[in-house]
């Protein structure tokens, strides 16, 4: 009997950054106990693409750049269609998910701004909020804040999946993070490394592509740096894992694994002292008593 395998959901997930203090910083959320996916998990903002987010004709002339400009900042391998949805997306999961707007005002837009600041936590957006602020409140989203980073695709045997763009998304001045309160309990700011060290801890649990993008983050050592990259990454080869069961949790195997392509079975012994620390290249994720560690092949 063939097994069956679920379809996967296009998302978009957002990569907030800032520099403080000298150091490059990203903000992650801690997902509600209650959460169907990676509970009680620290994650990047993000969420599904809605079916309004693919309107081009309704989105594009209020975005903060050209119809060309936005296919060559975010675009490659998909449809027009499909690359502002992601974007429209990233815009309105940043801000329902962490509180953060990426959006240009209008004339009034502080006191618009404070006003739905204050409904996201008080009582809820209403379905459409974001189309009623550009359309008819006359904001425009700020792609240019965004830039291409991964393409992730949720493993197999995953009882849910995405089909994620990881979008490196620009902290703007004068605004702040906050949770929803609701699917997500808790959000900190951590550089790349302190989030990966105190993930071994417990301190902070990292879902497994959060873990794979923080490590590749520590290859920056400023926001200078950072931009330069995104402004010239392509989105790359679409990255699916494979995961394992094993007789103590499970194993992901990242598609640049020695066995990825072989199926053939992994050594369980010893994984306790396989364990790597943050900076060292691995392929493998262990899942063990709640946390994802990165573990030598």
Not at 68 to 95: H, K, N, P
Request: hydrophobic letters at 35%; one cysteine or more.
């Amino acid at each position: 009997m063939s097994k069956t395998v679920i379809k996967s959901r296009p998302a978009s997930t957002v990569i907030l950054v800032r520099q403080k203090g000298g150091e490059l910083q990203v903000y992650l959320l801690k997902r509600s106990q209650e959460s169907r996916f990676f509970p009680a998990t620290y994650v990047f903002p993000g969420g599904g693409v809605e079916p309004e987010d693919r309107d081009m004709s309704r989105w594009i002339p209020h975005v903060d750049m050209d119809k060309e400009e936005i296919f060559r900042r975010l675009g490659g391998a998909m449809s027009g269609q499909d690359t502002v949805a992601y974007g429209v997306s990233a815009v309105r999961e940043t801000f329902e998910e962490a509180g953060v707007l990426l959006c240009r005002p209008s004339d009034h837009g502080g006191e618009v701004f404070e006003e739905i600041r204050t409904r996201r936590i008080e009582q809820g957006l209403p379905k459409g909020w974001l189309a009623d602020l550009v359309v008819s409140g006359g904001w425009q989203l700020e792609f240019s804040r965004l830039g291409r980073w991964a393409h992730w695709i949720t493993p197999e045997a995953m009882p849910r999946r995405y089909e994620a763009r990881f979008l490196v998304a620009f902290m703007p001045q004068g605004q702040e993070c906050l949770p929803d309160f609701t699917e997500t309990t808790d959000g900190i700011w951590a550089t790349p490394e302190k989030a990966l060290s105190e993930n071994l801890k417990g301190e902070i649990p990292l879902s497994p592509p959060t873990l794979v993008t923080l490590h590749q983050l520590m290859g920056y050592e400023d926001l200078d740096s950072l931009r330069r990259e995104v402004e010239t990454r392509s989105w790359g080869d679409a990255l699916l894992p494979r995961m394992i069961k094993l007789s103590r949790g499970a194993m992901i195997l990242e598609p640049w694994d020695p066995l990825y392509m072989e199926h053939g079975e992994v050594n369980e012994g010893n994984l306790e002292e396989a364990v790597l620390p943050p900076g060292e290249p691995f392929s493998r994720i262990w899942y063990y008593e709640g946390l994802w560690r990165p573990v030598r092949s």
